[in-house]
């Protein structure tokens, strides 16, 4: 990871998903979601049930990777989507990642 001050048409959102999506795949689902769009960044459980994850890539990547996750998967249940908008300076990630649960 690095630190970009001006990165053009990069943008960060840390996005709270809530409902029931731990113990369906959803984090792998998000990885596999994100890489294929190449969406950077993270994807960790929370210990109060919900699933957070800190997307990293252009306009267009983010509003394609919030839709999938306002959608969810088969097996989950997205009651809530809270995006909150992350201001630059930021650290750039290289890539997509499970962290674990916090």
Do not use: K
């Not at 029931?20 to 969406?39: I, P």
Request: aromatic share 6%.
């Amino acid at each position: 990871m690095e630190t970009e001050e001006n990165d053009g048409m990069l943008e960060i959102r840390l996005v709270r998903i809530r409902g029931h999506v731990q113990g369906v795949g959803y984090r792998e689902a998000c990885v596999r979601r994100a890489t294929a769009l190449g969406v950077t960044g993270w994807v960790r459980n929370r210990l109060d049930g919900s699933v957070e994850t800190m997307l990293q890539g252009s306009p267009e990547q983010l509003a394609d990777m919030c839709a999938w996750l306002s959608e969810g998967m088969s097996a989950a249940l997205v009651d809530e989507l809270a995006v909150t908008e992350v201001q630059p300076p930021f650290v750039r990630f290289d890539n997509f990642e499970r962290l674990p649960t916090l």
